[in-house]
Structure formats: structure tokens, C-alpha cells
């Protein structure tokens, strides 16, 4: 298993190096990723290309045994290129040009970027392709990351419009499939159509996903011509990846993986002003994300926290423990090495305060000692444990254009689209069922249950594969605000939930947004919910049950005493209907009766522990983590012995966990 940092040779003096590398060989590092900001210093004027920098650190590196990934360094053009090519930066939905001083300052829709990084990634391919200790590539660094997913340029608009054309064919389609004789928004030449720039109302929202889905096709389209370049010149067994962060971006993950070997992630459960980590679930959905982008194929972690993060401000210090059971999670949910950032504090630059295994004063210290404890508590496993079996129970369906049509159209000033994702994956997370994501083009027939969180843009394609789905035996759980727009972001004609009716055996004619000054409340009628009481928040969709039974019921308002979540038998399965944001223990307890009745395994914990179990060829391997940071846990084990490689010890029945413990352990229980 590869388990590296990142370095930044070029930030520290050359007599620096040596004791960087003794310190990391005592480490355990085997491998280091580089370069992917060094677009400068390898070349310093257009057309002149020098690496003596790199060629000398990789030298030391890989002379010592450190094995390296070498990234593009397209995300920082220089200074040179801007002041010769200003076309190359990217323009805000203002129409302003984002200057130069900082980074991701361009836009992948200029002919100028696009062929200065051919010849820049042509170059380091022919360089270091056939290099015996370069085992991979990075492309560029986290794509459309801190809003640089759009932009709305001159460049950007003429792309657009042939995009379009492409994508209709004639201006006559793309009206209709727009609606533009809404506003006499009627388009009667190409040229005619806008990037959408600030307007004083709102832009037409099949515009803005049109838009949207061209900004990720041009990204996807950018990485393959990195890819192109790469190809023709490096070695086989030199892998392709990217480094993705998941927040929502106009960037298409699953398109943009096909052109990749595999694809890598940048994991920060805390930074900059954050008080406290994101939960425990929400760290699981962004791994269970990068498992399916590759349809369960293994990544990379490319950027592990390690130390304290920020650029202005700082974020939450991880605490002693944070560092083994984040990389704990992260392989135990599908990652296959770990990578952390960075290797030592930078004394300047936007950056300086992003913290790493060593701080500012370059001395092994506390996080120091506790990668080395990690290093040294993974070589107990070899590689039986990354490369064992992960078999999920649950699929939670998550599309990149539902989000985007979220983004266009929340509708309420409490909506936020991950956090409304979560609100449904985290019960599912808290039970420790096995889960995955799922989407569009994912078989459905392994999962018990399929979770589909606010499915406001329908995909047909999904709702067919899920309707056959459930007639076949399976369960679906429904959100709220489902089933209420077409692909080309239209509303539906049909009574809501559209195209789910039938499904769900409900009717929604009427519904009410909440603000986040508002709330109704919802009482459970029947099943593990009774009596069960929760706040009703976001949205209230008043359910008319045709052949569902009723769950839960509105309390206040007007719609008193009207069905709130309901319950139907379809074919040989049976979908559920959740009308409302509802609270933790409604939820929880809704779902603990769902997964009994679809025969998901569960596992009862505390909710600060978080359980995955893996099947391997030395047998189970339970990975138990506390992520509470004050409290201790008690759990029970499944039936068996239970041996903690790392320690040398053997647990059965009880196991009580101290705060932040992560263990792995390995047994016969099936």
C-alpha cells in the first residue's frame, strides 16, 4: 500500500532536502506527489522549458526508495502567460475578468489555455514518462474548485452557443426544449444566446442547466486532452488520476473517470474557519462517492488532513487520534492510498497556514509520531485489507443535475442541497448498513433498499430501472419535493409526484415551502413511528394516499391531520414517502423499521461509531471507529473472536471504544 505526503520542493532551500527525506524514509513514506504548482519554474518564458529543480528531488526521492506522482501544473498558469494571453483568464457572472493572483485563474474554453497546456504537459510527458520511479500522473488540481467551474467569458459564450448547436441541432428544438416564448426570450440567431451573466431577475432555468452541463462537458473534454498528451508518451504502468473535491461543482465526475485509470480525492473533514468537523456521515458519503465514480473500483486519497488548515482563517485543530481513524475510514470505505497533506507548513504564501506532519519549524512532533503509528499499524495487514470486498446493502441515488437544478432553484432560503443529501444517507450511516451511491447508469439489483433523496430533476432512465427495481422485490425510500421536473428542467404536467405516482400510491396537489423562520410539525400514526413527534422544516407536501398507507401526519395548519409520510406495496416491493425535512429520531426510527423489513444488515452503535465490514481472503475485517472526541463507547461485537492485528490482542462480545479509537479486526463471523 502506497501511503506518501505531499511535497513542495521548490517552497523550501535545496540543503533542506536531505533531512526531508531521512525524515520521511523513518516515516514509512513510500511515496510523494509533486510539481502540481510549478508551472513556473519548469517553464520560466514561453517555449523555454528547464526541470532541473524537479529532476534533482526527484533524484534524491526515488534514490531513496520514495516513489513519486507528478502532477500538471495547469492550475497555476504564470505570471508571463496572463500578461501575454489575458484571454486566458476566466470571467465571474458579472462579466468581470478574475485577475491574476491567485490560482484556477483560467477558463478551459480558451484555444490559448488549451494549447498552452498541451505543450507544457507534452513536454513533462516526454521528460518523465518513461521515468522507472514516477508510478503516476495527477492532472491539473481539484477542477472547478473555489468557484472556478464557470465562467461566463467571451470565449465561454461563443463555446457555448456551438455547444448548443450541437446539443439541438436546430434553433427551433432548443426554443421548444426551453420554453423561451416565456419573456419573449425567443432566439432567432446562434449568436443571440448569453452565458447567463447577472440579469435583474432570474435567468430561464433550462438555460442555466444547459449551461451548467456544458461547463462540465468542457471540463471533461480539457482532462482528456491532458490525458491525450500523457498517453502518447509515458510508459505503461504509469497511471492516470485527478484529485476531485465534491461540493456540487459543474464538473461530471463519472464522465470525466472514463478518460482516468482510477480517480483520487482530496479529504478535509475540518478546514479554514470550521469549529468543528463535518459528521461522520458526511466524510462516509464523499468515500462511498468516490467508490461508485469508478462503478467500486479503488482511489486514491491525494490530500489527507493532517494538520490544522486555512488561508485567513484557521480551522478546527485535529485532534490526537483524528489522523489515524480519518485514514482508517477513508481505507476501510475504499481507498487504497493515503496521501497527506502537506509534508511541512509553508513559511509564506496564500497557503502558510495550511498545516502539516511537520509545522513551520520543520521538527517531528505530535502528528509526526502519529502517521508514523498509522505507517506502522497498517503493515500488519499487507494489502489483504484494501483489496477485500465491499458489498453494500443500500444505494443512496445521487445525480450531479439534480444538484445543479437544486443550485438554480431552492426555492427556500433553509434549502441546501448536501445537507438535505445527508439528512436522508445519514440514518442509513448511523445503523452501519453497508451503503453505496448510486446513479443513473448503476444496477440496482444488488441493494435491499435504494434511498432517493430529493428527486427534483427525474432521469427517466433512473425511474424505469427503478420502477422494474421495486416490481421485482426491492424497497425505495422517496423524499420530499420528487418527482417534479423533466431533464430539460421543465416542471411536469402531470399531478405530483409525476412520474412516481403509481409508485408511491400518492397524489400531491398541493405543498408549502418553509423558510427558515418557519416550521410545522409531524406526528407518527403507525409502525415504529407511533407517537414519534418531529419538526417539519424546508417543505411540507400534503399527500393525498391513493393505494399507500399513512405513516405520519401533519399537526399544525390549515393541512392538520394530512399524510406526512406514507408506505405502498408496488409489484413486489414497497416504497416509502418521507413529505417533510424531519428530524433525527423520526428518521432514525423510521428507518431501523425499513431495514428490518428489507433484511439489511444493521449494527446498533452509539452514533459517534461508525462500523464497515469487509470480506477478504484472511477473513472479515471489522473496522470500528469513535469519531466522538470527549466520549467513550461501549459495542457489541458480532458473535466470534475478534483479533486486533496492530495491538496483538482478542476481543469478544463487548469492546469499549476510548474517543477518536479507530481498530480493524479481523475474524471468521459471516
Given at each position: 500500500?502506497?501511503?506518501?505526503?505531499?511535497?513542495?520542493?521548490?517552497?523550501?532551500?535545496?540543503?533542506?532536502?536531505?533531512?526531508?527525506?531521512?525524515?520521511?524514509?523513518?516515516?514509512?513514506?513510500?511515496?510523494?506527489?509533486?510539481?502540481?504548482?510549478?508551472?513556473?519554474?519548469?517553464?520560466?518564458?514561453e517555449?523555454?522549458?528547464?526541470?532541473?529543480?524537479?529532476?534533482?528531488?526527484?533524484?534524491?526521492?526515488?534514490?531513496?526508495?520514495?516513489?513519486?506522482?507528478?502532477?500538471?501544473?495547469?492550475?497555476?498558469?504564470?505570471?508571463?502567460?496572463?500578461?501575454?494571453?489575458?484571454?486566458?483568464?476566466?470571467t465571474d457572472?458579472?462579466?468581470?475578468?478574475?485577475?491574476?493572483?491567485?490560482?484556477r485563474?483560467y477558463?478551459?474554453?480558451?484555444?490559448?489555455?488549451?494549447?498552452?497546456?498541451?505543450?507544457?504537459?507534452?513536454?513533462?510527458?516526454?521528460?518523465?514518462?518513461?521515468?522507472?520511479?514516477?508510478?503516476?500522473?495527477?492532472?491539473?488540481?481539484?477542477?472547478?474548485?473555489?468557484?472556478?467551474?464557470?465562467s461566463?467569458?467571451?470565449?465561454?459564450?461563443?463555446?457555448?452557443?456551438?455547444?448548443?448547436?450541437?446539443?439541438?441541432?436546430?434553433?427551433?428544438?432548443?426554443?421548444?426544449?426551453?420554453?423561451t416564448v416565456?419573456?419573449?426570450?425567443?432566439?432567432?440567431?446562434?449568436?443571440?444566446?448569453?452565458?447567463?451573466?447577472?440579469?435583474?431577475?432570474?435567468?430561464?432555468?433550462?438555460?442555466?442547466?444547459?449551461?451548467?452541463?456544458?461547463?462540465?462537458?468542457?471540463y471533461?473534454?480539457?482532462n482528456?486532452?491532458?490525458?491525450?498528451?500523457?498517453?502518447?508518451?509515458?510508459?505503461?504502468?504509469?497511471?492516470?488520476?485527478?484529485?476531485?473535491?465534491?461540493?456540487?461543482?459543474?464538473?461530471?465526475?463519472?464522465?470525466?473517470?472514463k478518460?482516468?485509470?482510477?480517480?483520487?480525492?482530496?479529504?478535509?473533514p475540518?478546514?479554514?474557519g470550521?469549529?468543528?468537523?463535518?459528521?461522520?456521515?458526511?466524510?462516509?458519503?464523499?468515500?462511498?462517492l468516490?467508490?461508485?465514480?469508478?462503478?467500486?473500483?479503488?482511489?486514491?486519497?491525494?490530500?489527507?488532513?493532517?494538520?490544522?488548515?486555512?488561508?485567513?482563517?484557521?480551522?478546527?485543530?485535529?485532534?490526537p487520534?483524528?489522523?489515524?481513524?480519518?485514514?482508517?475510514?477513508?481505507?476501510?470505505?475504499?481507498a487504497?492510498?493515503i496521501?497527506?497533506?502537506?509534508?511541512?507548513?509553508?513559511?509564506?504564501?496564500?497557503?502558510?497556514f495550511?498545516?502539516?506532519?511537520?509545522?513551520?519549524?520543520?521538527?517531528?512532533?505530535?502528528?509526526?509520531?502519529?502517521?508514523?503509528?498509522?505507517?506502522?499499524?497498517?503493515?500488519?495487514?499487507?494489502d489483504?485489507?484494501?483489496e477485500?470486498?465491499?458489498?453494500?446493502?443500500?444505494?443512496?441515488?445521487y445525480?450531479?443535475?439534480?444538484?445543479?437544478?437544486?443550485?438554480?432553484?431552492?426555492?427556500?432560503?433553509?434549502?441546501?442541497h448536501?445537507?438535505?443529501f445527508?439528512?436522508?444517507?445519514?440514518?442509513?450511516?448511523?445503523?452501519n448498513?453497508?451503503?453505496?451511491?448510486?446513479?443513473?447508469?448503476?444496477?440496482?439489483?444488488?441493494?435491499?433498499?435504494?434511498?432517493?433523496?430529493?428527486?427534483f430533476?427525474?432521469?427517466?432512465?433512473?425511474?424505469e430501472?427503478l420502477?422494474?427495481?421495486?416490481k421485482?422485490?426491492g424497497?425505495?425510500?422517496?423524499?420530499?419535493?420528487?418527482?417534479?421536473k423533466?431533464?430539460?428542467?421543465?416542471?411536469?404536467?402531470?399531478?405530483l409526484?409525476?412520474?412516481?405516482t403509481?409508485?408511491?400510491?400518492?397524489?400531491?396537489?398541493?405543498?408549502?415551502?418553509?423558510?427558515?423562520?418557519?416550521?410545522?410539525?409531524?406526528?407518527?400514526?403507525?409502525?415504529?413511528?407511533?407517537?414519534?413527534?418531529?419538526?417539519?422544516?424546508?417543505?411540507?407536501?400534503?399527500?393525498?394516499?391513493?393505494?399507500?398507507?399513512?405513516?405520519?401526519?401533519?399537526?399544525?395548519c390549515?393541512?392538520?391531520?394530512?399524510?406526512?409520510?406514507?408506505?405502498?406495496?408496488?409489484?413486489?416491493?414497497t416504497?416509502?414517502?418521507?413529505?417533510?425535512?424531519?428530524n433525527?429520531?423520526?428518521?432514525?426510527?423510521?428507518?431501523?423499521?425499513?431495514?428490518?423489513?428489507?433484511?439489511?444488515?444493521?449494527?446498533?452503535?452509539?452514533?459517534?461509531?461508525?462500523?464497515?465490514?469487509?470480506?477478504?481472503?484472511?477473513?472479515?475485517?471489522l473496522?470500528?471507529?469513535?469519531h466522538?472526541?470527549?466520549?467513550?463507547?461501549?459495542?457489541?461485537?458480532?458473535?466470534?473472536?475478534?483479533?486486533?492485528?496492530?495491538?496483538?490482542?482478542?476481543?469478544?462480545?463487548?469492546?469499549?471504544?476510548k474517543?477518536?479509537a479507530?481498530?480493524?479486526?479481523?475474524?471468521?463471523h459471516?
Open positions: 500500500m502506497y501511503i506518501g505526503v505531499d511535497y513542495y520542493p521548490e517552497q523550501w532551500p535545496k540543503n533542506r532536502w536531505p533531512e526531508d527525506v531521512r525524515l520521511m524514509k523513518e516515516l514509512g513514506i513510500n511515496v510523494v506527489r509533486i510539481a502540481e504548482f510549478g508551472w513556473q519554474l519548469m517553464e520560466p518564458e517555449g523555454v522549458f528547464d526541470f532541473s529543480l524537479y529532476d534533482e528531488a526527484i533524484d534524491l526521492l526515488t534514490k531513496n526508495g520514495i516513489k513519486v506522482v507528478i502532477g500538471t501544473p495547469t492550475a497555476t498558469p504564470p505570471a508571463w502567460m496572463v500578461q501575454k494571453y489575458p484571454d486566458i483568464l476566466p457572472p458579472n462579466g468581470v475578468t478574475i485577475s491574476f493572483g491567485a490560482r485563474h477558463t478551459v474554453n480558451s484555444r490559448t489555455y488549451q494549447e498552452q497546456t498541451k505543450k507544457i504537459v507534452t513536454e513533462m510527458a516526454k521528460k518523465y514518462g518513461q521515468h522507472p520511479d514516477i508510478i503516476g500522473w495527477q492532472t491539473d488540481n481539484e477542477y472547478g474548485h473555489e468557484k472556478s467551474d464557470r461566463y467569458g467571451d470565449e465561454d459564450r461563443r463555446e457555448f452557443q456551438a455547444w448548443l448547436k450541437g446539443k439541438y441541432g436546430s434553433l427551433q428544438e432548443l426554443n421548444e426544449q426551453w420554453g416565456f419573456w419573449s426570450q425567443t432566439y432567432t440567431d446562434w449568436s443571440q444566446i448569453p452565458v447567463p451573466r447577472k440579469v435583474y431577475q432570474e435567468h430561464n432555468p433550462s438555460l442555466l442547466l444547459d449551461f451548467d452541463r456544458f461547463c462540465a462537458d468542457a471533461t473534454k480539457y482528456k486532452l491532458q490525458v491525450d498528451c500523457l498517453k502518447k508518451y509515458i510508459r505503461e504502468g504509469q497511471f492516470i488520476t485527478h484529485n476531485f473535491v465534491y461540493t456540487d461543482l459543474a464538473i461530471n465526475q463519472w464522465d470525466m473517470a478518460d482516468l485509470d482510477f480517480i483520487s480525492f482530496d479529504n478535509y475540518v478546514w479554514g470550521l469549529a468543528e468537523p463535518i459528521t461522520p456521515a458526511a466524510i462516509a458519503t464523499q468515500h462511498d468516490c467508490r461508485a465514480t469508478k462503478h467500486g473500483k479503488g482511489y486514491w486519497v491525494m490530500e489527507e488532513l493532517s494538520g490544522a488548515q486555512g488561508w485567513s482563517k484557521i480551522g478546527y485543530l485535529p485532534r487520534g483524528h489522523i489515524k481513524l480519518w485514514t482508517y475510514q477513508a481505507i476501510s470505505r475504499g487504497e492510498a496521501v497527506y497533506f502537506r509534508w511541512r507548513a509553508a513559511h509564506f504564501g496564500t497557503e502558510e495550511c498545516h502539516g506532519v511537520l509545522d513551520h519549524d520543520g521538527k517531528p512532533k505530535r502528528k509526526y509520531n502519529e502517521v508514523k503509528e498509522v505507517i506502522e499499524s497498517l503493515s500488519t495487514f499487507g489483504d485489507w484494501i477485500a470486498d465491499y458489498s453494500a446493502e443500500v444505494g443512496a441515488y445525480d450531479l443535475e439534480n444538484a445543479w437544478a437544486w443550485q438554480i432553484q431552492p426555492q427556500s432560503d433553509a434549502f441546501i448536501r445537507e438535505e445527508l439528512r436522508f444517507y445519514t440514518p442509513a450511516h448511523k445503523l448498513a453497508m451503503t453505496d451511491i448510486v446513479n443513473k447508469d448503476s444496477s440496482l439489483d444488488q441493494y435491499k433498499v435504494v434511498i432517493v433523496p430529493i428527486y430533476l427525474t432521469n427517466p432512465q433512473f425511474t430501472k420502477t422494474e427495481y421495486v421485482n422485490g424497497t425505495a425510500v422517496f423524499s420530499y419535493r420528487s418527482g417534479v423533466l431533464p430539460n428542467n421543465f416542471v411536469t404536467g402531470q399531478s409526484p409525476g412520474a412516481l403509481d409508485l408511491a400510491g400518492i397524489q400531491i396537489h398541493e405543498y408549502e415551502s418553509l423558510q427558515s423562520t418557519q416550521q410545522n410539525t409531524v406526528r407518527g400514526t403507525k409502525g415504529a413511528i407511533e407517537g414519534i413527534q418531529s419538526p417539519a422544516k424546508i417543505w411540507c407536501d400534503l399527500i393525498e394516499p391513493t393505494t399507500a398507507e399513512v405513516l405520519a401526519e401533519y399537526e399544525d390549515f393541512y392538520e391531520g394530512t399524510a406526512a409520510i406514507t408506505k405502498n406495496s408496488f409489484g413486489k416491493g416504497v416509502y414517502y418521507i413529505g417533510s425535512a424531519l433525527e429520531e423520526l428518521l432514525d426510527s423510521l428507518y431501523q423499521e425499513i431495514f428490518k423489513e428489507a433484511s439489511v444488515e444493521t449494527v446498533s452503535t452509539p452514533d459517534s461509531v461508525e462500523i464497515v465490514k469487509r470480506t477478504g481472503k484472511k477473513g472479515v475485517y473496522s470500528v471507529m469513535n466522538s472526541t470527549e466520549e467513550a463507547s461501549v459495542i457489541h461485537l458480532p458473535e466470534g473472536k475478534w483479533k486486533d492485528p496492530a495491538a496483538g490482542t482478542y476481543y469478544e462480545g463487548k469492546l469499549e471504544l474517543p477518536l479507530a481498530l480493524v479486526l479481523i475474524g471468521q459471516s
